[in-house]
């Protein structure tokens, strides 16, 4: 049916003869499906192609699914191996037909494959064109597990039934403990945990409802439902991961913090917990953490140019105060350790003071704060000073007292690295004052500050080059034209997501950092003893060189690393 789609392609006039036999002989050769190959070469958008395809095999397109509506009933209709094979998979239901998806419809041994599923579950169906991009969206969102479940749900159905032999029915921690070592639902928990470090998430978040136990990736910044589990399996989930993380089993009425490490695919990953009661029952997440993709070198972060050249002195300084700011989920932390690893070395003594710890760095003395025993960044700040330390982590400045101890400790000869949340590099000055640090104390003491955010990175196997519409290359120059530091590149062309196997079809793996990292000098000391304004001071920055996020981004869209438009997004209140 290959031959059906290049021909309505030739019909349309998107392609010519000559081509369509070019791209059908490339398709065959390399192993893959004519539409792959169209979107690959950018003849025609996902979008577009799919559009043209249904018209072509009269199948409607569907492209407005959501897997959360999809019941459990429905997605056992066609099991995940048998809808990753076929490249087809259940997305609602109508009346009472089974609405299904396909990528390829035309394909006769796809339809044969459904045929005998709706006649072994004995359900009728109805057929949808899907993109290949949704498939690929929505097979991860897929209920997986099944055998798992079969089994931990087998169990509980046991527990249950002897429970009700009995006069009280209780709630024990030895209750619980032993339904959450079970076999099953410790395999439950380890697949998911095994599910996430191989997708690359960040976090995994367990949700209880009404009806079901939602599993939900964060991925490249984002949410992604993962699976849908019976929610009679909710405690003893949630029990497995407290025993791993040592928290209280029976303590469901307050949130608990904990941790553990385990082993995925010959790695040593560390997983930070967090439970939180809600009106359906405990919701757990779990960050996780792996120290090789943490503690990488500045340049790896996405800082580059003159911002990693500015960062580098600020570490090469015999003493002063590096702080890094942004919102929550910015990657601070992840800039800290790598100065961290920047500065660590035999003869250096440091010491952090951190919460939580979020990962271990040998040859450093890292220390978490308790403040329940009275034990906050502030008291530990004065103990660390008594440890002949040469470099300091503070994990974030929040009141008066840290801040007045940090600079202190800045201004006698320490390196003292540190968080704040602000918006900008700018911000951090107005900031400090707000906490009564004062003018004349800042102005020697702050050595530098790196303001970032996070953007989705490109794919490098399928990003697209392209040229900026008018109106955003007008913005793109406007942007340039107002840092003295920055020239006009010789070419405006940015680049776009594409969409590839390697990605999902998602156009984008990852996660890159964009920077403007202020360094003091006169002009801005200065400033600050003066007392000036917010604009004086950034105008002063810039004459030092600083490059805002926002014009760090645009070149890195120059560079394929992202798109100006997740740019703009990222940095919008920085405005």
Same mark, same amino acid.
């Given at each position: ?16 003869? $000559?081509?369509? =036999? ?6 065959? !050769? ?18 577009? #192609? ?14 407005? /699914? ?5 019941? +459990?009933?429905?997605?056992?209709? /066609? ?21 299904? *998806?396909?990528?390829? %419809? ?5 339809? @044969? ?14 057929? &949808? ?94 949410? &992604? ?15 497995? /991961?407290?025993?791993?993380?040592? =928290? ?6 307050? !949130?608990?913090?904990?941790?553990? !490490?385990?082993?995925? @695919? ?33 340049? +790896? ?7 990693? $050249? ?7 300084? %015999?003493? *002063? ?14 800039? #800290?350790? !790598? ?16 919460? %939580?710890?979020? &990962? ?14 009275? &034990? ?7 103990? /660390? ?48 004052? +707000? ?43 406007? $942007? ?54 917010? +604009? ?16 760090? *981004?645009?070149?890195?869209?120059? @560079? ?16």
């Amino acid at each position: 049916m290959s031959n059906m789609i290049l021909k309505k392609l030739e019909e349309e006039g998107v392609i010519d003869k $000559e081509k369509a =036999l070019s791209l059908n002989a490339q398709a065959k !050769s390399e192993y893959k499906e004519v539409e792959e190959m169209i979107i690959e070469e950018g003849i025609l958008s996902e979008d577009d #192609l799919f559009s043209i395809k249904s018209r072509a095999i009269d199948v409607p397109l569907k492209d407005d /699914i959501n897997m959360d509506s999809v019941s +459990d009933a429905t997605i056992k209709c /066609i099991p995940r191996e048998t809808a990753k094979s076929y490249n087809m998979i259940p997305i609602g239901k109508e009346g009472e037909k089974i609405e299904v *998806g396909m990528v390829y %419809p035309e394909n006769l041994k796809t339809k @044969e494959a459904l045929d005998f599923l709706a006649y072994r579950n004995k359900f009728e169906y109805k057929i &949808y064109l899907i993109k290949i991009s949704d498939f690929n969206k929505l097979l991860r969102q897929y209920q997986t597990l099944e055998e798992e479940v079969g089994s931990a749900m087998q169990k509980i159905e046991k527990e249950e039934d002897t429970e009700e032999e009995k006069e009280e029915v209780s709630e024990t921690e030895r209750e619980f403990r032993e339904l959450a070592e079970e076999a099953p639902i410790i395999r439950m928990v380890g697949v998911i945990m095994k599910q996430a470090v191989e997708g690359e998430a960040s976090d995994i978040h367990i949700e209880p409802s009404k009806e079901q136990l939602k599993v939900r990736f964060r991925v490249s910044g984002k949410l &992604y439902s993962s699976l849908f589990l019976p929610m009679k399996i909710h405690q003893a989930i949630v029990a497995r /991961i407290k025993i791993l993380s040592n =928290l209280r089993i029976d303590e469901r009425r307050l !949130s608990q913090d904990g941790r553990f !490490s385990t082993e995925v @695919e010959n790695k040593n990953i560390d997983f930070r917990v967090s439970t939180l009661p809600t009106t359906q029952g405990e919701k757990v997440v779990i960050r996780v953490l792996d120290s090789e993709k943490a503690l990488m070198e500045m340049e +790896d972060l996405g800082l580059s140019g003159n911002n990693l $050249e500015l960062a580098q002195k600020s570490t090469q300084e %015999p003493n *002063g105060l590096i702080l890094v700011t942004g919102p929550t989920g910015s990657g601070k932390t992840t800039t #800290l350790y !790598s100065i961290l690893k920047e500065l660590n070395e035999e003869e250096v003594n440091i010491v952090t003071l951190e919460d %939580p710890v979020e &990962y271990y760095m040998e040859g450093v003395n890292q220390s978490q704060t308790k403040p329940d025993i009275g &034990y906050t960044f502030a008291s530990g700040l004065r103990q /660390i000073l008594r440890q002949d330390p040469d470099v300091i982590m503070v994990g974030e400045i929040r009141d008066e007292e840290t801040a007045e101890l940090a600079i202190h400790a800045a201004l006698t000869g320490h390196i003292v690295l540190s968080t704040l949340h602000t918006n900008s590099a700018v911000g951090a000055i107005p900031r400090l004052l +707000d906490m009564g640090v004062r003018p004349f104390l800042i102005s020697p003491a702050l050595n530098s500050v790196i303001a970032q955010r996070l953007v989705p990175k490109l794919c490098q196997e399928c990003k697209e080059k392209v040229t900026p519409e008018a109106d955003m290359e007008t913005l793109i120059k406007n $942007e340039i034209s107002e840092n003295p530091s920055l020239s006009a590149p010789k070419s405006m062309k940015t680049h776009k997501p594409g969409g590839c196997n390697k990605c999902g079809s998602e156009g984008f793996r990852g996660r890159v950092g964009i920077f403007e990292v202020m360094k003091m000098d006169e002009k801005l000391k200065k400033a600050i003893l003066e007392n000036a304004d917010r +604009d004086v001071i950034e105008k002063a920055a810039y004459q030092s060189g600083m490059i805002s996020m926002r014009q760090d *981004g645009i070149y890195k869209s120059f @560079e394929g690393l992202t798109t100006v438009e997740e740019v703009l997004k990222a940095t919008k209140e920085t405005d």
